[in-house]
């Protein structure tokens, strides 16, 4: 397609002509350029229609007065704000504006925490080589990059507990001596038995959010305990997340898992079983079941940060906890809107401007704290 076919395309998106097809086809010849090989302003779009074509972009990425907005992905925002701009495509358009925001937040590199059942506690080094030795010398565990091994032992007679805290900013895995697998998401904090004794549940605490492949033994159940509702299974794949301010819920990949409500640590309520492509949440004290697309809640073990429907006030937890950055949201009215988004390899200032353009909101960086404030100019 040439700069003349493109141009026209471009004036049927403005005036809302295009069909499905011609969209996507819109879409290819953006994505069909790489860095700086287009210069966009031989596109030669007369003045007028720029204000136009931007009015169209907003009034895609904002729904005023909605509950639900729409969010457009980084990449697709920035190639049509570049079109108006009229520079090349691989160009940032905000790199130049907001260059001081970006220089001025930093980001902290606090570090994965093992304590033993002898309260000691080791800084576990990402990337590094190291053994896990007990208060006797022996060796009970092995790192290697972002991944810690427990070995197992039998004739236990006595549990030993571990626990480790991921930091926000990173993701770990534990391979449990009886061999299940644990993806650790940030924020998170998992107790664990060195070694399970025979002829018990095996039963493992989270506070957080993980990503369990449970290890099949059907005469061992395996227990996730949280603050709020209990997962049993005997051998399956789920995801569990348990942060504190935020709902409680499970959401099964493969197998079958039961899922049981507590109060102050006492089992409360009927047990429900969830079948794959279903989330169990603890909603005012009751366990709500419902059909769930599962790559929304597991695409952080790929660090893809997915919003599917959700309230402003738990994304800035979840870009928190991604990036490792703390925000205070000042327009109270934006918590509860709701937004559809994907971001991939992204940094925060990227997503923050994505978001800034979508939802007409101000902010600023102030003592390495993001401040959100209302756009007086776009307010929802």
């Not at 709020?228 to 935020?246: A, C, K, P």
Request: aromatic share 8%.
């Amino acid at each position: 397609m040439d700069a003349k076919q493109a141009k026209a395309l471009f004036n049927k998106y403005v005036n809302n002509e295009c069909s499905p097809e011609e969209r996507e086809l819109l879409e290819k010849y953006l994505d069909s350029f790489q860095d700086d090989s287009l210069e966009l302003s031989d596109l030669n779009f007369d003045e007028e229609i720029k204000p136009k074509m931007w009015s169209k972009i907003m009034s895609e990425t904002t729904k005023e007065k909605q509950p639900v907005v729409r969010v457009l992905s980084f990449s697709s925002l920035m190639k049509y704000a570049a079109v108006i701009a009229g520079i090349a495509i691989g160009v940032s358009i905000w790199a130049n504006l907001h260059n001081t925001n970006r220089q001025s937040l930093v980001i902290g590199d606090d570090k994965v925490v093992l304590r033993t059942s002898e309260g000691t506690s080791n800084e576990i080094v990402i990337g590094g080589i190291s053994q896990i030795n007990d208060d006797e010398g022996g060796v009970i565990a092995s790192q290697e990059g972002d991944v810690i091994v427990y070995k197992p032992k039998s004739d236990i007679k006595q549990l030993v507990f571990n626990e480790i805290e991921v930091p926000r900013g990173k993701t770990f895995k534990v391979v449990l001596s009886d061999g299940t697998s644990v993806h650790l998401n940030s924020g998170t904090i998992f107790k664990f038995p060195v070694n399970f004794i025979q002829g018990e549940e095996r039963k493992v605490f989270l506070t957080g959010e993980a990503y369990f492949e449970v290890a099949k033994d059907p005469e061992h159940p395996f227990l996730v305990n949280t603050s709020g509702m209990d997962v049993r299974v005997l051998g399956t794949h789920f995801n569990v997340s348990s942060y504190e301010g935020s709902v409680a819920h499970a959401v099964l990949i493969e197998g079958s898992v039961a899922v049981q409500e507590k109060d102050g640590g006492n089992i409360v309520g009927t047990e429900k079983v969830i079948v794959p492509g279903q989330k169990a949440s603890l909603v005012s004290g009751n366990i709500e079941v419902q059909e769930v697309d599962v790559e929304d809640y597991v695409g952080w073990m790929r660090n893809v940060l997915i919003f599917n429907d959700e309230p402003f006030s738990e994304i800035v937890k979840k870009i928190e906890r991604r990036y490792n950055v703390e925000i205070k949201n000042d327009y109270k009215e934006l918590a509860p809107v709701r937004f559809n988004g994907k971001f991939d390899d992204e940094t925060v200032i990227d997503l923050l401007e994505t978001f800034r353009a979508s939802a007409g909101f101000d902010y600023h960086i102030s003592d390495n704290k993001v401040i959100i404030n209302q756009n007086k100019r776009n307010s929802l």
